[in-house]
């Protein structure tokens, strides 16, 4: 019946002012018309604009040559390179400090997220006290301070200071033989004394000039290791999906963790080995005022790094704990009262249900996490925007094209992760729900 | 039937209450707790062990800085100085207490400052009452906050009219910035937000494809990138006649930033409003904007308040970044008094970011604690 409404009851007359119909489609040219005319309008003034300052336009300065260093690049980059270059060298470096600084930030947002959910109080105020401080201070300040007044504060290279298990161990033995005093037996402070000798002297050192650390140098053989642990890991994929179908039929687990682990790094140890270790680490060694030896990292990335993670850790970490509080108590206790032990509750049945809530809002973090990282340009890490939308636009004036393709590339990874989202979200929506 | 116990003498039945047993001690008071929470097993006196050894490692040595070591009176660096003081010297107030016209009002002229404070005043006169449930006339008040008030600032602060000075935005600084920046966001995203937020719902394809493309776009770029169109490229696209100021040019930028980011907050509200709502309304006969102002949006956007209140602490939080368009916010300001070579001491760095730090901290957890109130609330009210 309400298929046919005409059939019981004859359109109602109304006059054209009133009909909804037409009123929209007014409406819609309007607003159109209106946003054609803006833009039309600034177009054109953008022409006069520029004509007067006699800025040139288009895409030709990408040939041009930049004349500015870098103080950071993955690719080989001089001053005699184009912007073109500039551009290939920010975006790679803005990419690097997202890596990194997503792949840290979900270890520790995770780690500091169900440290929140401890049955521990401390550790879960701890936890808390984290996330309530990172996250109501902003991300510039906070890279400032690290950069500022954390790294800034560091002494020369000559005072550099240790990082790693052997500063720490010695550390802790200085610890101990100062508690010797209030009459604790020698024997801890001696062991973590062995301990640190048998670490060998320390590696990384950070100073007013960054973090110096070892440099890895691949002998021959190298390709063929990494061929091998290629090799292992599609080996796993397609062993994963074929113990994924066998359990779905039979119902028998297989022991993927272990041959996961033999095929992607066992394999490649092997050969490693059996090609006799072909990998040098060359210490970094202080020689007269800095280190000559070893890979530095420059302050900037540091800090920017650091900030980055820490801040994104917090948020990550109230995703985690709202993920994990939402999966009901009930999934857990028929998990329990079916038999599974606790590890295969945690991953055949809470994991899999506190997953698809956290899973969206991390990717939305880790999008943000990208786009904070062009905060760079607030100490100077040769990000995208900072020697691209910074260095170069000051020095061509070409504001709109090189604001544009800045915008882009940020615009394009946000597409790209949307995109990735919804396959996600389709994959993992409840069928029927 | 049920033998009655009384005739049947051999039964025994209790007449009197059992007095309780008194727990044990290991599991009530404060002994109990600690048991229960922090020494049940070794792996959790070892991870409480741990965590308290961390928490002296950053208290002991921040309590010393701050108060312990720290310096309250003096008049320049001399008097912050481990050589002058003959101590380990934390850190050093006299320089907070020096800069703090500078962080507060930036360059704005000593004898117009009291112009800030009346703002501030009248902002908070009237945002207070906003945020209390229970003070009447929440309409006339939000009107007032968000209507009338950034008028009358408008006028307070850049003065020209009514026998004030003109002070140009040039010279202003400081937290001055930083909430005039805020306080704009906030004023414009909200309707701005609604507007786009309902247009992405509408029926009419080309204001739900502008709405969409606008919201999409501004939340796939970098606020900084942002500015910086706000700063080089938004002049070019204005008629040479037009000149805009470099703290109206970020002002457009951020609010229009924080639109975006509103209308999907608000879209978040309006889809948990069921359609009933909206098809009760044109069964009485309302047009679209009395439905959405009379029925949908009042229940929308109480939902919403707690989102609400967090794209007001990531505006507050981000209007640090106007600094890098060369905007002297409490930051920025921050950052140039560290500068001064008259302050230049080992603590001043450190003295200044833990200033800063307590400031921003104090702001956003207050916005963030009352969002969590307003949440509670709404959870016992719904």
């Not at chain 1, 018309?33 to 288009?58: D, F, K």
């Not at chain 1, 990172?134 to 301070?145: C, V």
């Not at chain 2, 501004?218 to 008629?239: K, Q």
Request: hydrophobic share 55%; aromatic share 10%; net charge positive.
């Amino acid at each position: 019946m309400a298929t046919q409404p005409d059939l019981l009851m004859p359109a109602p007359r109304v006059a054209m002012v009133n009909d909804p119909r037409i009123r929209g489609a007014v409406y819609q040219v309007l607003l159109l018309a209106l946003v054609v005319w803006l833009g039309v309008e600034a177009y054109l003034n953008a022409q006069a604009n520029l004509q007067a300052q006699r800025i040139a336009t288009g895409f030709d300065f990408l040939e041009n040559t930049a004349g500015f260093g870098v103080n950071q690049s993955l690719i080989a980059y001089r001053e005699s390179d184009t912007y073109g270059r500039v551009f290939i060298v920010g975006l790679l470096n803005t990419l690097l400090v997202a890596v990194l600084g997503i792949a840290i930030a979900t270890v520790l947002g995770f780690a500091i997220g169900i440290a929140r959910l401890s049955s521990n109080w401390l550790v879960a105020r701890l936890a808390g006290a984290y996330v309530e401080i990172i996250r109501n201070q902003p991300l510039l300040f906070q890279i400032l301070f690290w950069y500022l007044a954390v790294l800034g504060a560091m002494p020369a290279p000559r005072q550099s200071i240790a990082i790693g298990v052997q500063p720490l161990l010695q550390g802790m033995a200085d610890g101990l033989a100062a508690l010797q005093r209030f009459g604790l037996p020698g024997a801890p402070a001696d062991l973590c004394r062995a301990l640190a000798d048998w670490a060998g002297p320390p590696q990384v050192f950070l100073n007013n000039r960054g973090l110096v650390m070892p440099e890895l140098t691949v002998g021959p053989g190298g390709s063929l290791i990494a061929a091998t642990a290629l090799a292992g890991l599609i080996a796993f994929v397609v062993l994963r999906i074929w113990a994924k179908r066998r359990q779905a039929a039979t119902g028998k687990p297989f022991p993927l963790l272990w041959s996961g682990l033999g095929l992607i790094v066992g394999l490649p140890l092997v050969i490693f080995v059996a090609l006799g270790a072909p990998v040098t680490l060359t210490p970094p060694v202080l020689r007269g005022f800095n280190f000559a030896s070893g890979v530095r990292v420059i302050p900037e990335f540091v800090a920017l790094l650091i900030a980055l993670s820490t801040y994104t850790a917090a948020f990550i970490a109230e995703i985690v704990r709202a993920g994990i509080q939402a999966v009901p108590r009930g999934q857990t206790e028929a998990a329990y009262s079916l038999g599974l032990p606790r590890r295969r509750v945690l991953r055949f049945v809470v994991l899999p249900q506190a997953m698809r809530l956290i899973v969206p809002p991390l990717t939305s973090q880790y999008l943000n996490l990208t786009k904070n990282s062009s905060l760079a340009v607030g100490i100077g890490y040769p990000d995208l925007f900072a020697v691209f939308a910074g260095t170069a636009l000051n020095q061509t004036g070409q504001a709109i094209e090189i604001l544009a393709m800045t915008m882009a590339v940020y615009l394009l990874l946000s597409l790209i992760t949307s995109a990735l989202m919804n396959w996600y979200n389709a994959r993992m929506a409840i069928p029927g729900g | 039937m049920i033998d009655n116990p009384v005739r049947n003498a051999r039964v025994f039945v209790r007449r009197d209450m059992v007095p309780p047993e008194p727990s044990p001690l290991a599991r009530h008071g404060i002994f109990g707790w600690l048991g229960a929470r922090l020494f049940n097993g070794p792996l959790n006196i070892l991870l409480t062990l741990l965590c308290a050894a961390l928490i002296a490692a950053i208290a002991v040595p921040l309590i010393r800085f701050l108060l312990v070591d720290a310096v309250w009176d003096g008049a320049s660096r001399v008097d912050c100085l481990a050589e002058t003081l003959g101590r380990p010297v934390g850190a050093c107030w006299p320089f907070i207490g020096a800069k703090f016209a500078q962080l507060v009002y930036g360059f704005y002229p000593a004898g117009e400052q009291w112009r800030v404070d009346l703002t501030f005043a009248l902002g908070a006169l009237l945002l207070v009452p906003l945020m209390i449930p229970r003070v009447p006339y929440k309409l006339l008040n939000a009107v007032m906050f968000f209507g009338v008030f950034p008028v009358v600032a408008f006028f307070v602060l850049v003065g020209g009219r009514f026998g004030l000075a003109h002070v140009e935005t040039r010279s202003w600084g400081g937290l001055l910035v930083t909430l005039v920046v805020a306080g704009t966001g906030i004023a414009v995203s909200l309707p701005l937000g609604i507007l786009l937020a309902l247009g992405r719902r509408s029926q009419l394809a080309v204001v739900r494809a502008l709405s969409v493309i606008f919201i999409e776009f501004w939340r796939g770029v970098p606020l900084i990138t942002i500015l910086f169109f706000a700063t080089y490229m938004l002049p070019l696209f204005l008629p040479d006649t037009w000149t805009m100021d470099a703290l109206l040019r970020v002002l457009v930028g951020t609010a229009l930033f924080a639109s975006a980011y509103m209308a999907e907050v608000v879209r978040g509200g309006l889809q948990a409003i069921p359609r009933g709502q909206q098809e009760a309304g044109e069964a009485l006969g309302l047009g679209y904007w009395r439905i959405m102002g009379l029925i949908v949006l009042p229940q929308a956007l109480r939902l919403v308040i707690p989102g609400i209140v967090n794209t007001f602490i990531g505006l507050f939080k981000d209007t640090t970044l106007v600094l890098i368009v060369a905007i002297f916010d409490f930051l920025g300001q921050m950052r140039a008094a560290f500068a001064d070579p008259n302050w230049a001491t080992p603590s001043t760095l450190f003295t200044g970011f833990a200033f800063a730090g307590i400031v921003y901290f104090v702001f956003c957890f207050a916005m963030s604690r009352y969002s969590v109130f307003v949440e509670r609330r709404l959870n016992r009210e719904g």
